[in-house]
């Protein structure tokens, strides 16, 4: 029988999971006892961005051309309408950022209205630990904390991170809601696409956001699938 090729392996992995999966999952399920490499994750990168049977969904994320038409229809995906990529793009992050909080043994929070969002095959309420909010304030500031994409919460149901995405709406609304939610000893990062850094720059940096200027993060897409990639590596890693 003919060995498989690594990018045969990897082509296999991604049929057996439905035409796509997340460059994490298959360096979890391809089989790298035959391949004569000490990195084989690096090679499964380089594969299914060089392969041409392979499509890039987002960064991370990958499937099969052979079943392009079935996989955006699963992820309600519409090439070119975006508000369906809208959609899809702003689920996988909040959800990328909710394994990622559930690895560190933290309580993920989602707004109700988010639930159905789609992560990957995923409903997000499905995956995150709570869509209810902890009573942890003023009703007040819990009508704001409420509409966050994304809160961790430490064991004493406290938070300890609040995340913001954001794909294409105003980043100063964001910035407006954790000014109001300053006074706790949490984490402030906004996450969005390395286009909008100079923008989120602008905006940090005006007067009204003076007591928030050096607390609140920019964090990039591709930062948020790395560390979700390296979780096993680096569980415990910061941003």
């Known amino acids: 029988m003919q060995k498989k090729t690594q990018e045969q392996q990897v082509i296999e992995t991604l049929r057996k999971e439905g035409g796509y999966a997340t460059l994490r999952r298959l360096n979890e399920l391809v089989d790298f006892s035959t391949w ?71 309580t993920t929070y989602v707004p109700a209205q988010d639930k159905n969002r789609l992560f990957i095959g995923q409903r997000l309420g499905d995956i995150t630990d709570t869509i209810e909010l902890p009573s942890f304030t003023y009703d007040k500031l819990m009508r704001r904390a409420k509409t966050i994409d994304v809160i961790w919460f430490n064991e004493r149901n406290m938070p300890s991170d609040f995340y913001e995405v954001e794909h294409t709406t105003d980043i100063k609304n964001s910035l407006s809601k954790f000014y109001e939610l300053q006074d706790f000893h949490a984490g402030f990062y906004i996450v969005a696409d390395i286009n909008r850094k100079k923008e989120f720059e602008d905006k940090i940096h005006v007067s009204m956001f003076d007591t928030i200027e050096k607390r609140v993060k920019f964090i990039d897409y591709e930062k948020v699938t790395g560390l979700y990639e390296g979780l096993t590596k680096a569980a415990s890693s910061a941003w």
């Open 36 to 106: 004569a490499t000490k990195t084989p994750e690096a090679s499964v990168r380089r594969i299914v961005q060089n392969s041409p049977q392979i499509f890039k969904i987002q960064p991370g994320l990958w499937a099969l051309e052979e079943m392009r038409d079935a996989v955006l229809q699963r992820f309600e995906l519409k090439p070119g309408n975006k508000k369906s990529e809208e959609q899809f793009t702003h689920g996988y992050y909040q959800g990328l950022l909710v394994e990622i909080g559930k690895y560190r043994h933290l």
